[in-house]
């Protein structure tokens, strides 16, 4: 997925978790924060963050902000929306027959519903879901970064897919380079750790999506 009109500011601080405050051209601007989560690791004053303007009327800010560079050089997609999007664009390679969207099963959404006929009269069926992983702690990838109960809730739907005869999985979108690994962050949220475990031993499937950031694109490796 690519950005359009992106630009280079630097971080001054976060007043809460929508917005932020940067500085473009000596210039001091209030921007919006594409991602709720606390980022407290990469958002730290006076780092390099990258912005886009959407151009969208009746914006109370004028720029979005979806990219950090952390202190140690690599650079970080933080666009909570980017995830859904780099995981349509793969999927749709992929061969499958059918990818539906926002798909509801049992009591929840899940990101993506496919089918594969594979010469087949009946369609194999499959449910991901999709979660973006912005925390790096020593090259390994952690997710949540914030206690998530919609989270858990989507594992344990997964589960119970898998033993309705879905295709399940949970595809966890690496926003960074240099990662290939994602382990449930227990020390925050330790319920989201014996869920995985447990939709793993149902059948769910872990995938660990790659990929290579630049500030005005996401692409999965």
């Given at each position: 997925m690519k950005y359009n009109n992106?630009?280079?500011?630097?971080?001054?601080?976060r007043p809460n978790r929508f917005i932020a405050e940067v500085e473009i051209n000596g210039q001091r601007e209030t921007v919006h924060v594409k991602n709720t989560g606390r980022c407290k690791e990469l958002l730290v004053p006076g780092c390099e963050v990258y912005l886009t303007e959407p151009g969208t009327s009746g914006r109370k800010t004028r720029y979005d902000l979806v990219a950090v560079r952390k202190g140690n050089g690599i650079l970080f997609n933080i666009d909570s929306q980017a995830p859904n999007k780099v995981a349509r664009e793969w999927l749709e390679s992929q061969g499958f027959d059918r990818v539906v969207q926002e798909y509801t099963y049992g009591n929840s959404r899940i990101d993506f519903y496919m089918e594969r006929y594979e010469n087949a009269p009946e369609p194999r069926r499959y449910l991901m879901e999709v979660k973006g992983c912005t925390l790096e702690i020593d090259g390994i990838g952690y997710f949540p970064d914030a206690p998530t109960e919609r989270g858990v809730k989507h594992l344990q739907e997964l589960a119970r897919a898998a033993g309705d005869g879905y295709k399940a999985s949970l595809a966890f979108v690496i926003q960074m380079d240099g990662v290939t690994e994602v382990r449930p962050n227990i020390g925050t949220h330790p319920e989201f750790g014996r869920a995985l475990e447990e939709a793993k031993a149902a059948g769910?499937?872990?995938?660990?999506?790659?990929?290579?950031?630049?500030?005005?694109s996401l692409v999965i490796l």
């Open positions: 992106i630009m280079c500011a630097n971080f001054l601080c769910v499937e872990v995938l660990f999506l790659a990929c290579h950031v630049e500030p005005d």
